[in-house]
DNA sequence: TATTCCTTCCTCAGAACTGGCGAGGTGTTA
DNA sequence: TAACACCTCGCCAGTTCTGAGGAAGGAATA
């Protein structure tokens, strides 16, 4: 760690953020205490929901929004199924529309170099704690070397932070399920027929369809799958 | 922090263990360094498995398996359902299930208090880092307010471990869909019917079948739900 | 005590999905 | 060039799910 006390400063300052516009200034900070050329955070979820802030050119913020990018960009796609925080040379830049997306995003500053950290809560949420900077390979590993732990936490306490101020995206109140409910959509989401998760629960496959129909109607879903898969992502079920 | 130096040699420790069996000396040494009664590092997954490791009595671990109190354990549910790291006496503990848990938990040795940092990872990876410790409430919300980041980042580092010792539970080598399999299995999840799907790519109901049909296929599904669950569960899809 | 929720059971008709058969075109890669 | 994966289309028969009606007892809560 380069300076200790500077880093929890800014974490304390972190901390004590009551505003969502204090994040705008906070990742400024933090792009000039790690010394990178962008530094941001980006969060992702339910039906091409965005919401981000960081140093990157409004410009091209806009045009990834605009374009969708969110489906093309290796990063997304890339720490979508990781665990680990990435260091972009890392991720399959080789497709074609991957390419054109690394091109333009270079045309707008985004830096040659970039790590991230993949953040995950409930209800499918997830963000991305980015920085990026343009240098050589060597300098970019040994950055990413001494300030790996420092960008882990601070990605950490952006997003909950991001939550806290907009409290609407992240609890999103699914009423519980009943714990027959529950037994239904979990056989469900393992791949069960109706009839093997009535079967299986012992009961009448008309019993069993009444849970399915009040977990769908309390999941605000249109159809089973569709019930089974927001109770995943509400992390109503653990299968 | 108390000893900044000592905590850095541990993340050191562990992020140069080799072997499995390190981690369970390591927790102990990290109990010990946070002078709580028990620290644990809990894996959970895909059909009921899991994997542990920390200072819990094997007695207790063994009772908690084979009864799936993993179902009923307040702490699992809460932290599945939450991104922030969450103290114990804000759960649920009113039910009759996790009441009779809580006292057969205490028995075994676990304390009154509790923290656990939920970590998540792709493909529905859940775990559970966890101290316990027997104290009021004064004390331990003093030792949670100085130990919150170390608790976080050392969370993730044991389960950045715990992954690499295991891979065959991390990645499941889910083979990739095609653009138009995403297509399929991401509208689906947003609860489309086939017909609407169809409609919204603008293709023939049957084409997509045919997506349908190779995305079950190479998820190893049995049906459209289960499909669509195992996408979502290994973040090949984004709703 | 009244109300609400959970659990369990029923039927029937129409809509939706699945499995099996087939075909042809494009693009990449060994 | 041949193999392979991807995208697109069709038909038929059978299975499964959904919608729209019910009914009744028990537990918890207000």
Redesign the interface.
């Known amino acids: 760690m380069k300076d200790?006390l500077a880093f929890i400063a800014i974490?304390e300052a972190l901390e004590q953020a009551s505003e969502l516009t204090e994040l705008q200034v906070l990742s400024e900070r933090l792009r000039d205490y790690f010394k990178v050329d962008h530094l941001v955070y980006h969060w992702?979820s339910?039906?091409g929901e965005q919401y981000g802030c960081g140093t990157y050119d409004p410009v091209w913020v806009q045009r990834y929004i605009e374009k969708e990018y969110?489906?093309v960009d290796p990063v997304?796609a890339g720490c979508?199924?990781?665990?680990?925080p990435v260091d972009w040379k890392m991720l399959n830049w080789s497709t074609k529309p991957a390419q054109a997306f690394q091109a333009e995003a270079i045309a707008h500053g985004v830096g040659n170099q970039g790590f991230s950290v993949p953040i995950?809560?409930?209800?499918?949420?997830?963000a991305l704690f980015t920085v990026s900077h343009n240098c050589d390979d060597d300098t970019w590993a040994e950055f990413i070397e001494t300030s790996r732990?420092e960008l882990?936490?601070v990605g950490?306490y952006f997003?909950?932070k991001a939550?806290e101020f907009e409290p609407d995206r992240?609890?999103e109140a699914a009423r519980a399920l009943s714990p027959r409910e529950v037994d239904a959509m979990t056989f469900?989401?393992?791949?069960?027929?109706r009839a093997q998760v009535a079967n299986t629960l012992s009961i009448s496959e008309h019993t069993l369809r009444v849970y399915i129909e009040s977990a769908r109607f309390k999941l605000g879903?249109?159809?089973?799958?569709?019930a089974?898969?927001r109770a995943?992502?509400?992390?109503?079920i653990?299968?």
């Open positions: 200790g974490l992702v339910g039906a969110l489906r997304v979508y199924q990781r665990f680990h995950r809560g409930p209800s499918g949420q997830f732990r882990i936490l950490h997003n909950q939550l992240a609890p469900l989401a393992m791949g069960y027929s879903a249109a159809n089973t799958t569709h089974v898969a995943l992502q509400h992390g109503l653990i299968v």
